[in-house]
């Protein structure tokens, strides 16, 4: 039996319980919180102790893998605690709120036999694998460019609710720290590492509510040679499908949902996302659950988990470059 805790019991905790409750060798044995009524809600929901602190918790209970589901600012620090104390992790994205956080945290999985994994779930999709796929495959010729688009609706009581989110202490960033960082992990992911990018982070719909920005766009130039460009913002009247268009010289890949591949010939292929039937689960989707159940499986292989910090290092260094651009005077943004 592999034993598991989870540490931050807030919104996205309940697809972590979720997951850990499909797998039958898998077993809950505590929950941290440093709010005394989440702590007592998700310690009585599953009948385990709860901690108000999570070093006790992991000296105590020695659990084999923690979730790591805090506000931003804590993902690298208690993952290097919970790694140096070779407890397994996964962490909620992004790998950390800056730099050289990330950078430590980095270090650490590298000198650690323990694994890590963060949580960039989309590479999961049906639709993301299919990609990665048909471009691995090399039947589409060269990646020439892409563009992609968030175009969601974030309103003050979001933020209200849980004000670490709208702040530079907290989020480490707004919209691209926490909701476009997907998008920028998945064009990162298929169309190549970035050589280079230019953009601008700005606060439109919600100044004065939050610190952080709520709409950035940037053009980013490719190892390879592909170019894309990428608009995301907070400020959409609708939660919209998240667009990712990639151009190859033989094919053009679109995702909106599902992914619709045309080809040069004229011929057109659909590849259906999966859907989750109720719940959280229909809000969150499946691949969460795939992505830690496959962490489960793959503990005792050799190696690193694929989506390790130094490979959700590279969403978190493009989105810090956009920032040292648009903050010049404000390195606490990046640092
Ligand atoms: N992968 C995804 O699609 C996805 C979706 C939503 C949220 N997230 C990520 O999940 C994380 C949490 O987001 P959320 O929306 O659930 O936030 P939340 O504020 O609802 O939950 C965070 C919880 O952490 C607790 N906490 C704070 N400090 C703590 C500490 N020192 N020790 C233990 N617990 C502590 C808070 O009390 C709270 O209950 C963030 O990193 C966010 O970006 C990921």
Not at 59 to 70: A, F, G, L, Q, S
Not at 135 to 159: C, E, F, K, P
Not at 177 to 186: C, K, R, S, Y
Not at 248 to 267: F, H, Q
Request: charged residues 20%; negative net charge; glycine residues 8%.
């Amino acid at each position: 039996m592999t034993t598991a805790a989870i540490i931050g019991c807030g919104d996205i905790s309940t697809v972590h319980f979720a997951a850990i409750a499909t797998m039958d060798d898998v077993q809950l044995v505590a929950v941290c919180d440093t709010d005394p009524a989440r702590l007592k809600a998700a310690a009585a929901a599953h009948d385990v102790p709860g901690y108000a602190a999570y070093l006790e918790m992991l000296n105590e209970v020695r659990p084999d893998v923690v979730h790591i589901c805090t506000p931003h600012h804590l993902h690298a620090s208690v993952a290097a605690d919970c790694l140096e104390r070779g407890v397994n992790v996964i962490v909620e994205k992004p790998l950390a709120h800056t730099l050289a956080e990330g950078k430590r945290l980095i270090e650490v999985a590298e000198r650690s036999p323990a694994k890590i994994a963060v949580c960039f779930q989309n590479r999961y999709n049906a639709t993301s694998q299919a990609m990665r796929k048909m471009l691995d495959d090399g039947g589409l010729g060269q990646v020439i460019g892409a563009s992609a688009t968030v175009m969601w609706h974030r309103n003050g009581d979001y933020y209200r609710s849980r004000p670490w989110r709208g702040t530079w202490a907290g989020g480490g960033g707004g919209l691209m720290m926490n909701q476009a960082i997907h998008t920028v992990d998945l064009l990162q992911w298929l169309v190549g590492d970035v050589a280079k990018v230019e953009g601008r982070a700005s606060t439109r719909s919600l100044s004065g509510v939050i610190e952080v920005e709520d709409t950035a766009e940037f053009v980013a130039e490719h190892v390879g040679g592909a170019r894309s460009v990428f608009y995301a913002t907070l400020a959409n009247a609708v939660n919209a499908p998240v667009t990712l268009d990639i151009v190859t010289e033989k094919a053009t890949l679109s995702l909106r949902g599902d992914l619709t591949i045309t080809y040069a010939d004229g011929t057109v292929e659909v590849v259906r996302e999966r859907v989750a039937e109720s719940g959280g689960r229909a809000y969150w989707g499946v691949s969460h659950e795939l992505l830690i159940t496959d962490f489960y499986a793959r503990l005792g292989e050799p190696g690193p988990f694929w989506i390790n910090p130094a490979e959700a290092g590279k969403s978190l260094a493009i989105i810090k470059d956009i920032y040292a651009q648009s903050y010049p005077d404000m390195p606490g943004r990046v640092a």
